[in-house]
T-cell receptor, first 112, second 114 residues
Framework: SQQGEEDPQALSIQEGENATMNCSYK?????LQWYRQNSGRGLVHLIL?????REKHSGRLRVTLDTSKKSSSLLITASRAADTASYFC????????????FGAGTRLFVKA | SAVISQKPSRDICQRGTSLTIQCQVD?????MFWYRQQPGQSLTLIAT?????????ESGFVIDKFPISRPNLTFSTLTVSNMSPEDSSIYLC???????????FGPGTRLTVT
């Protein structure tokens, strides 16, 4: 079963605009990871944020984590047509064991 | 990050047959996972395959249908048994690495069952 829900399900923006995607989850987590998947291709790991972190940056990406609200957001600044893809959040759960559960994903379309 | 390869990259199979998917990692990893991604959907965890222990299956997945082998720290196989068209999906292997268990994925195996 999926742990998280993402919204919006789909997002269409103009090149140069910022894109914000949100992820909510249900249980306590060890970390949260964001991935990108271009159509029909493999997953690219974007960023990992630990449960004790609140914000993390990587290039044009900014991720926030609010464990009290069980939510995270991914901001892509100055979007490009090449950012067109599906974006997934994935939460790592488990104490002694470990597994990562994926959200439903957001389809981002950046118009040139 | 680990480099992960999968074989085959795609296959078209007849219903009732079985397909074994191989996953090879370029470094030793303890934690390995198998996921399924049905068309237009997100990823669903099938099982966790840690070396030295039996695979742990998620709800809705059983060993008879998806037997997994994990003979060493760099290799695993997933078999999709007695296939039906509903098994048509992308199957991905994944490993967790590093102090914070960053998870990386193979390119996937696209399976079509006719």
């Amino acid at each position: 079963s999926q742990q998280g829900e993402e919204d919006p399900q789909a997002l269409s923006i103009q090149e140069g605009e910022n894109a914000t995607m949100n992820c909510s989850y249900k249980t306590s987590i060890n970390n949260l990871q964001w991935y990108r998947q271009n159509s029909g291709r493999g997953l690219v790991h974007l960023i990992l944020i630990r449960s004790n972190e609140r914000e993390k940056h990587s290039g044009r990406l900014r991720v926030t984590l609010d464990t009290s609200k069980k939510s995270s957001s991914l901001l892509i600044t100055a979007s490009r047509a090449a950012d067109t893809a599906s974006y997934f959040c994935a939460t790592a759960v488990g104490g002694g064991g470990f597994k990562t559960i994926f959200g439903a994903g957001t389809r981002l379309f950046v118009k040139a | 990050s680990a480099v992960i390869s999968q074989k085959p990259s795609r296959d078209i199979c007849q219903r009732g047959t079985s397909l074994t998917i191989q996953c090879q990692v370029d470094s030793q990893v303890t934690m390995m996972f198998w996921y399924r991604q049905q068309p237009g959907q997100s990823l669903t965890l099938i099982a966790t395959a840690n070396q030295g222990s039996e695979a742990t299956y998620e709800s809705g997945f059983v060993i008879d249908k998806f037997p997994i082998s994990r003979p060493n720290l760099t290799f695993s196989t997933l078999t999709v048994s007695n296939m039906s068209p509903e098994d048509s999906s992308i199957y991905l292997c994944s490993v967790a690495q590093g102090a914070h268990y960053e998870q990386y994925f193979g390119p996937g195996t696209r399976l079509t069952v006719t």
